[in-house]
């Protein structure tokens, strides 16, 4: 079974543009979330989608948007672009339930957004 | 929120145990805590998860005291390519995804 890609893998943007990444969860993974990392900040959760709406949020401004597909696909937008949005983001999903607790994810190998 | 705090680093060698605790004092009644592994350039990797007393599985243990405060990852005869970050995680998605917290991870290097 194919693992969860995410496009593109590499990113170059500048300050005031806006950016839109994609994430392809496992096949019949219904559940997607997003993940910014940074090195000051470690790793944090921007959102999660099921079904295409968004079910949990984390603490991050309304620049940073995202919504799912019916092919369970997610794009995850981030408008306005500050130097400190450069970071790693990764996408995991999971299939429904994933474990007590929701915690057993399978991550894809992140979009590194660079922003200049 | 709960916070989590962890080594930052710790050094082993081949073939021994490896034990990494993780603090959550203000871990919340419905919080799991899960373990990742990242490799670098890659995303993390489920490692385990569980909520009180211990749990095993085929690469890891994890041990939770009965207060819950606190988690210890135990991973058993280390080899060279157990060389990574390994993130403690409380909460979970099910229980409302502003409560994710991960640790600030732990740089495992193991040697020969």
């Known amino acids: 079974k194919a693992g969860v890609t995410q496009t593109p893998r590499y990113l170059i943007k500048t300050r005031g543009q806006q950016v839109t990444l994609s994430c392809s969860p496992i096949s019949g993974h219904r559940s997607v979330s997003w993940y910014q990392q940074t090195p000051g900040q470690g790793l944090q959760f921007l959102f999660e989608?099921?079904?295409?709406?968004?079910?949990n949020k984390g603490n991050f401004p309304g620049r940073f948007s995202g919504r799912q597909f019916s092919n369970s696909r997610s794009e995850m937008n981030v408008s306005t672009l500050e130097l400190g949005d450069s970071a790693l983001y990764l996408c995991?999903?999971?299939?429904?339930?994933?474990?007590?607790?929701?915690?057993?994810?399978?991550f894809g190998p992140g979009t590194r957004l660079t922003v200049l | 929120l709960a916070k989590t705090t962890q080594p930052i680093s710790m050094d082993s060698y081949e073939g021994q145990e490896v034990n990494i605790t993780c603090s959550h004092n203000n871990i919340a009644t419905n919080d799991y805590i899960t373990w990742y592994q990242q490799f670098p350039s890659q995303g993390p990797r489920f490692i385990i998860q569980g909520y009180k007393t211990k749990v095993t599985n085929e690469v890891a243990s994890l041990f939770i005291p009965a207060d819950r405060k606190s988690s210890t990852l135990s991973l058993p005869r280390v080899s060279l390519s157990d060389t990574a970050v390994y993130y403690c995680?409380?909460?979970?998605?099910?229980?409302?995804?502003?409560?994710?917290?991960f640790g600030t991870g732990t740089q495992l290097k193991v040697e020969l």
């Open positions: 989608y099921f079904s295409e709406t968004q079910r």
């Open positions: 995680l409380v909460g979970g998605l099910t229980g409302g995804g502003n409560k994710l917290t």
């Open positions: 995991a999903s999971r299939a429904a339930g994933g474990g007590r607790g929701g915690n057993e994810q399978f």
